[in-house]
């Protein structure tokens, strides 16, 4: 299985996911079973606000599972749609995150939980970003 992690930065797995997934300047992609990573540069990182192409972002990989702070509606359902589990992370490192989805213990996102720019209740998560 290999879950994508967005990050603020290439430091691996001591990077800190990431609070949104389509301005996240680097992707940590995890092979779950070896425990390998490989680190991606957002593709689509300079798109216009709501026109996240997210299989443009990761270049196409194939991938699993994305855990990631916050994220938009439009990438989300891009995501679903494309076959890939999103999920909610908590605050720390990859490495963290990584052992937590491991553990079963993070959400997978909704359309409710969604940022707040991005919500039509006003009331998703990730703020400001």
């Given at each position: ?85 999103v999920f ?23 359309p409710d ?17």
């Open positions: 299985m290999k879950i994508v992690f967005p990050s603020n930065s290439d430091l691996g797995l001591t990077g800190t996911v990431y609070n949104h997934f389509g301005s996240a300047p680097f992707f940590v992609v995890v092979d779950a079973e070896s425990g390998e990573f490989e680190i991606m540069t957002n593709m689509d990182k300079e798109h216009s606000h709501g026109k996240c192409q997210p299989l443009k972002a990761l270049g196409n990989i194939a991938a699993d599972v994305v855990v990631v702070g916050g994220i938009g509606k439009g990438a989300l359902n891009k995501l679903i749609s494309s076959g890939l589990k909610r992370s908590a605050e720390g490192t990859v490495k963290t995150n990584l052992e937590l989805f491991q553990q079963n213990k993070l959400k997978e996102f909704k939980q969604l940022c707040i720019a991005h919500s039509t209740s006003g009331n998703g998560g990730c703020g400001a970003h």
